[in-house]
Every structure is written in C-alpha cells, then in structure tokens.
C-alpha cells in the first residue's frame, strides 16, 4: 500500500515549456487535490477533484489545468510555465465524506523551478 | 487574504519544556480544525485534529485547545523531543458543495527542539 505517490519528485524547466505532475493514490479515495506550498505562505488549493471525470478550481487555479481520468490518478498541468509557478507541488486524496475521518493524506512533493 | 493567521514563524523550545503554537481564524463557518506535521522533503501528515463542539482534544503529548468565541485555538506538545522538530501548519476547513473537505492553511511554524 503505498499511499499517495507523486511523478516526478523534482523537475526544472525553462519559461514557456509546458509539464504534467502525476499524481497516484492506491487507497480508492474518491477526493483528491492538488497545492502549491511556497515560503511563509502555506499550501494553498490549486485545484480538487470530487469524483473521476470531475474539477474543481481552488484558490489558486491560474495557469493551471487537471484531468482526473481514472478515479486513482490526478494529473496537473502547465500549459506555458512561468517563474512565479516555482513551487513545492503537494498532492493530497480523501476518502467520501461521511467516513470516520476527513484526513487528507498528502504525496512526497514534487519541486519544481522554473527559470 | 489570509483566513488564517498563525504564530510564530519559528519556534526554539527545550528538550522537555511546552511547545505552543497559535491559530486564529476569521470564518464562523469552519468547522473542522486539523494540525498537520511535516518533517523536511516530507508531505504534511494529520497529527490531531478537533471539531468545534469541544474545547479541548488530548492524543499523547499533543492537545488542541479550541476557543470558539476567541475564533483562535492552538497546538501544546508536552515534553517536547527533538523529533518533534518539524514545521507545524494548522488548518480549518469547511464542507464543500460536494461534501468533500476544503482546507485553508495557516502559514506555518518551525519547530526546532534543542537537547
């Protein structure tokens, strides 16, 4: 069981390239997310998913997009990178609401500069 | 804007003295507040958490104190060890339109313990 995984762990790129971060989750949530974690600022919610096939924009959604498939996968998307989008990149999935817990559980991280 | 507010930024305790650690939010509507850790190159992981129904919720050397007319609550780790030494993010959440959980971040603190 390995929880949440992410793809890659660390990724530079130059200005205007365009990526996909992978994320992975073995534990059959229906919920996942995607944020960003920069310096003094926290982790703020780029964008969630509340079911395979369904998106949703959080607080930080420019520049971004997602896709989420099949329900154990989430992928993030960067379309043309820019520096302000050198971040630490979390993704995190839960399980239907109703449950015993509302955990999140959050992947390693993935690094990624942008020069 | 920032919905919630945390301090310190950095923390330096002694091995076995009390670590605390402040959160202040602004939204009445939150009603799930967890305390994530998250040790370096690691993704954040729930360490306890507290609804507003009570004011007080005790796992080991860890209590969350809740004061929900203050709208503040915070984090006490007893006894602290030096492998408590992390960075702690306090959150609040609310039940999004499709009942999944919507978590806001505090900003952060880093906890060094000291022998």
């Known amino acids: 069981n390995a929880g949440v995984t992410q793809t890659p762990k660390f990724r530079v790129l130059k200005t205007g390239q365009s990526m996909t971060l992978l994320c992975a989750q073995d534990?059959?949530?229906?919920?996942m997310y995607w944020y960003r974690q920069d310096p003094g600022m926290g982790l703020r919610l780029i964008h969630y998913?509340?079911?395979?096939?369904?998106?949703a924009k959080g607080e930080v959604p420019d520049g971004y997009n997602v896709s989420r498939l099949k329900k154990q996968n989430f992928l993030l998307g960067l379309e043309s990178a820019a520096p302000s989008q050198t971040s630490v990149y979390f993704c995190?999935?839960?399980?239907?609401?109703?449950?015993?817990?509302?955990?999140?559980?959050f992947g390693p991280g993935t690094r990624l500069t942008v020069l | 804007q920032q919905q919630v507010k945390q301090s310190p930024q950095s923390l330096i305790v002694q091995k076995g003295g009390i670590s605390i650690i402040n959160c202040a939010y602004e939204?009445?509507?939150?009603?799930?507040f967890p305390w994530y850790q998250q040790f370096p190159g690691k993704g954040p992981a729930l360490l306890i958490a507290?609804?507003?129904?009570?004011s007080e919720k005790k796992e080991g050397r860890f209590t969350i104190s809740f004061n929900k007319s203050a709208k503040q609550f915070s984090l006490h780790i007893m006894d602290s060890q030096p492998g408590d030494s992390a960075t702690y993010f306090c959150?609040?959440?609310?039940?999004?339109?499709?009942?999944?959980?919507?978590?806001?971040f505090g900003t952060g603190t880093r906890l060094t313990i000291i022998p």
């Open positions: 995190a999935s839960s399980p239907f609401a109703g449950g015993s817990t509302d955990t999140q559980y």
């Open positions: 534990m059959n949530h229906e919920y």
């Open positions: 998913s509340v079911g395979e096939g369904t998106t």
């Open positions: 939204n009445t509507a939150f009603d799930y």
């Open positions: 507290i609804r507003p129904d009570v």
């Open positions: 959150a609040a959440s609310m039940r999004g339109n499709f009942g999944n959980e919507k978590l806001t």
